[in-house]
C-alpha cells in the first residue's frame, strides 16, 4: 500500500463559524474553501498549517454521521485522512489484510477527492479515510 502524505485531519464542530474563531483569530490560521457536501451531510471548512490540511466538519442534519459522532464523543478529532495515489489498490489491500471497510469503493468527498473510509474497530479506534485525486 502507498501512502504519500497526511492529507488532512478532520476535526468535528458544532459550528465552523465558532471555530473559525478558534483558528483563525487566536491561531492566525486563514480558511480557504468551505463547502457542502450532501450525500454525507456535513458542512466543511478546510485550513493549513504548512503542508497539512485541518478539515473542520459541522453537520448538516441530526442523523448525520458527524452529528451522531459529536453526540457520542463531543467536538474533537474525528478521522485522519492519508493520500494514495491508487485508492482501489489501497482498498482492495486494507480488505486483503483484514480490515472493515465502510467503503468499499470510492466515492466523491470535499476538494473533488475520491474518497474511502476503513471502519475504527479495525484500525486501533482512529476512523481512517483514503483519498486520492485520481
Same mark, same amino acid.
Given at each position: ?45 478546510? +485550513? ?10 459541522? %453537520? ?6 458527524? %452529528? ?22 489501497? +482498498?482492495?489491500? %486494507? ?9 468499499? %469503493? ?6 473533488? +477527492? ?12 482512529? +476512523? ?7
Amino acid at each position: 500500500m502507498e501512502l504519500t502524505h497526511i492529507e488532512h485531519i478532520g476535526i468535528a464542530v458544532k459550528s465552523i463559524e465558532e471555530s473559525l474563531k478558534y483558528y483563525e483569530g487566536v491561531l492566525g490560521l486563514k480558511c480557504y474553501a468551505i463547502e457542502e457536501v450532501t450525500d454525507q451531510k456535513v458542512k466543511t471548512a478546510f +485550513l493549513k498549517v504548512g503542508q497539512t490540511k485541518l478539515e473542520l466538519l459541522e %453537520a448538516l442534519a441530526e442523523d448525520s454521521p458527524v %452529528a451522531k459522532f459529536i453526540e457520542k464523543k463531543g467536538e474533537g478529532i474525528h478521522h485522519l485522512a492519508f493520500a494514495t495515489p491508487d485508492l482501489p489498490g489501497a +482498498l482492495k489491500e %486494507a480488505d486483503e489484510k483484514g480490515l472493515r471497510l465502510i467503503d468499499a %469503493a470510492p466515492r466523491k468527498g470535499a476538494e473533488g +477527492l475520491n474518497i474511502a473510509f476503513l471502519h475504527p474497530k479495525s484500525t486501533g479506534s482512529v +476512523l481512517t479515510e483514503f483519498c486520492s485525486d485520481k
